[in-house]
T-cell receptor
């Protein structure tokens, strides 16, 4: 079945440093969604990418969908302590989403 | 607040027991998903229902079952519980059952099996 891999599993940065998490699928995706889960919270939808090569920005967050629609990335510029949490990508297949295991981001002030 | 409610918030039970987790989707959402989240396994998809019918199955054990009722709320039944079933169980809902619709997650039920 479809597999979605995320790297790194964990990253610890100093506030102000940049952060990137990568998502790779074993199959071509119809779409990709990104979610954020704060410590002790539940996953919350951030954004969806649908088109090949698509790039979307939300303030300091930049999301990219690969040309082959098999990979995606989330880049955070100048991290803040409020960025702490686990970031999940979810790849769209035939009818459902497959979630990656997530990248846990820790930001030290 | 996502609009998805889950009860109970916490559940502590013994091995071999059976429990039922309940989920009410966002108003108007027809699809319900169940996920299991443990520290080393990330977010594991268990099962999806759409308008009362089972739509997709993930890594759901035979000891687990679920259903969606006519009022669209859903229940996840876990039986013959084992220590390894201790986890956070999330319910999510979406407008329809397709992959293009964002999922709204409930606050989760933390299950502890002792």
């Amino acid at each position: 079945g479809q597999q979605v891999m995320q790297i790194p599993q964990y990253q610890h940065v100093q506030e102000g440093e940049d952060f990137t998490t990568y998502c790779n699928s074993s199959t071509t995706l119809s779409n990709i969604q990104w979610y954020k889960q704060r410590p002790g919270g539940h996953p919350v939808f951030l954004i969806q990418l649908v088109k090949s090569g698509e790039v979307k920005k939300q303030k300091r967050l930049t999301f990219q969908f690969g040309e082959a629609k098999k990979n995606s990335s989330l880049h955070i510029t100048a991290t803040q302590t409020t960025d702490v949490g686990t970031y999940f990508c979810a790849g769209g297949g035939y009818s459902t989403l497959t979630f990656g295991k997530g990248t846990m981001l820790l930001v030290s002030p | 607040d996502s609009g998805v409610t889950q009860t109970p918030k916490h559940l502590i039970t013994a091995t071999g027991q059976r429990v039922t987790l309940r989920c009410s989707p966002r108003s108007g959402d027809l699809s319900v998903y169940w996920y299991q989240q443990s520290l080393d396994q990330g977010l594991q998809f268990l099962i999806q229902y759409y308008n009362g019918e089972e739509r997709a199955k993930g890594n759901i054990l035979e000891r687990f079952s679920a259903q969606q009722f006519p009022d669209l709320h859903s229940e996840l039944n876990l039986s013959s519980l084992e220590l390894g079933d201790s986890a956070l169980y999330f319910c999510a809902s979406s407008a329809t059952g397709g992959a293009f619709y964002e999922q709204y997650f409930g606050p989760g039920t933390r299950l502890t099996v002792t």
